[in-house]
């Protein structure tokens, strides 16, 4: 299925390249081309429609977060977000990539999360020597993975022969050492995104992704972790809290302008759990007033307090010209 509802039309002076090479198939090129089309006055509305804990992927039931949106607002996002979590793998894969073709036969552009489980059999948060990963031979660390990596491929490939295109995030923050997969720093964190990216694009043929890279607010994070013009697509930070801070956004913006890269928010949380509401029309105003290149922003969910659903005006802001939502 092709985007027929697709409002802006950009031309730019040189065709589009993704990460993945310059075969990607029609969907994937299509989508792309309006991602790197916005800004500038025309912001994507995103929203994460399931992260690790059980929210339903089928975005029609109540626990996902893009119905929690349209419930509250009357409008449904552009963009959303569903992780699949292989660490507390909470439903059969089937039931996450029908909620991925639900999405796009609505109209949806989609993105993917990855949620890798340790691969030590640990937990997620637990540290691991992640060269193992990268070892000659066998072990059990590295079968482990390359399991993980072949079952999200398998899905992948599912997506693909269904003709959806995704932008897919291997790693979610790739900085933060919270996670296994930061644990030992950016060197291994960068090796294993590569990784990633060149077993699914060469190995499993994989051309309909559009491949996204975001690390935390943590100021050099983004340069720092970054894996190479060669290996991303988009490119982003997480902005919590009342500040909404970019604090790599002229990098950033080079990016944009010399290596034809997408930018945006790749997780916004509009404030804290305990701050008061926040006007929602704020994140307007910063787009507008401080960073207006980026592409967009994709809300957080885990609890409303970070997006439209716990904060003033939510409804307008989905409305305002300047804000894609799906409608």
């Given at each position: 299925?092709?985007?027929?509802?697709?409002?802006?039309?950009?031309?730019?002076?040189?065709?589009?390249?993704?990460?993945?090479?310059?075969?990607?198939?029609?969907?994937?090129?299509?989508?792309?081309?309006?991602?790197?089309?916005?800004?500038?006055?025309?912001?994507?509305?995103?929203?994460?429609?399931?992260?690790?804990?059980?929210?339903?992927?089928?975005?029609?039931?109540?626990?996902?977060?893009?119905?929690?949106?349209?419930?509250?607002?009357?409008?449904?996002?552009?963009?959303?977000?569903?992780?699949?979590?292989?660490?507390?793998?909470?439903?059969?894969?089937?039931?996450?990539?029908?909620?991925?073709?639900?999405?796009?036969?609505?109209?949806?552009?989609?993105?993917?999360?990855?949620?890798?489980?340790?691969?030590?059999?640990?937990?997620?948060?637990?540290?691991?020597?992640?060269?193992?990963?990268?070892?000659?031979?066998?072990?059990?660390?590295?079968?482990?993975?390359?399991?993980?990596?072949?079952?999200m491929a398998a899905n992948l490939q599912?997506?693909?022969?269904?003709?959806?295109?995704?932008?897919?995030?291997?790693?979610?923050?790739?900085?933060?050492?919270?996670?296994?997969?930061?644990?030992?720093?950016?060197?291994?964190?960068?090796?294993?995104?590569?990784?990633?990216?060149?077993?699914?694009?060469?190995?499993?043929?994989?051309?309909?992704?559009?491949?996204?890279?975001?690390?935390?607010?943590?100021?050099?994070?983004?340069?720092?972790?970054?894996?190479?013009?060669?290996?991303?697509?988009?490119?982003?930070?997480?902005?919590?809290?009342?500040?909404?801070?970019?604090?790599?956004?002229?990098?950033?913006?080079?990016?944009?302008?010399?290596?034809?890269?997408?930018?945006?928010?790749?997780?916004?949380?509009?404030?804290?759990?305990?701050?008061?509401?926040?006007?929602?029309?704020?994140?307007?105003?910063?787009?507008?007033?401080?960073?207006?290149?980026?592409?967009?922003?994709?809300?957080?969910?885990?609890?409303?307090?970070?997006?439209?659903?716990?904060?003033?005006?939510?409804?307008?802001?989905?409305?305002?010209?300047?804000?894609?939502?799906?409608?």
């Amino acid at each position: 299925m092709m985007i027929q509802r697709l409002t802006v039309i950009i031309l730019f002076a040189f065709s589009p390249l993704l990460a993945c090479g310059k075969d990607n198939t029609p969907p994937t090129k299509e989508v792309f081309t309006h991602l790197r089309g916005l800004g500038n006055g025309s912001y994507l509305f995103g929203q994460v429609a399931t992260w690790v804990h059980n929210e339903n992927p089928d975005m029609d039931h109540a626990t996902n977060w893009l119905k929690k949106v349209y419930d509250h607002t009357g409008k449904m996002p552009r963009y959303g977000t569903v992780t699949y979590d292989f660490h507390d793998d909470p439903f059969p894969d089937a039931a996450w990539n029908n909620g991925v073709k639900e999405m796009w036969d609505r109209g949806m552009i989609v993105g993917i999360f990855s949620f890798y489980a340790n691969p030590t059999g640990r937990w997620w948060n637990d540290p691991l020597d992640i060269d193992l990963i990268f070892a000659s031979g066998h072990n059990p660390t590295k079968r482990n993975f390359y399991k993980q990596m072949d079952r999200m491929a398998a899905n992948l490939q599912w997506l693909k022969d269904q003709g959806i295109p995704v932008v897919y995030t291997p790693f979610v923050e790739s900085d933060d050492r919270n996670k296994w997969h930061a644990k030992e720093g950016s060197e291994n964190a960068t090796k294993l995104y590569r990784l990633v990216h060149d077993y699914f694009s060469k190995c499993k043929g994989l051309d309909h992704i559009i491949w996204a890279y975001h690390t935390t607010a943590k100021h050099g994070a983004l340069e720092k972790y970054y894996p190479g013009d060669a290996y991303v697509d988009v490119l982003g930070k997480s902005a919590y809290g009342m500040g909404l801070d970019f604090s790599e956004y002229e990098w950033a913006v080079k990016k944009k302008r010399n290596a034809g890269k997408v930018i945006w928010w790749s997780e916004l949380g509009i404030r804290g759990r305990s701050d008061p509401p926040r006007d929602c029309m704020d994140v307007f105003r910063r787009l507008q007033d401080e960073y207006p290149e980026l592409a967009g922003f994709v809300f957080w969910s885990d609890s409303g307090h970070y997006n439209v659903i716990g904060n003033e005006n939510g409804a307008e802001f989905m409305a305002c010209p300047g804000i894609i939502t799906l409608e």
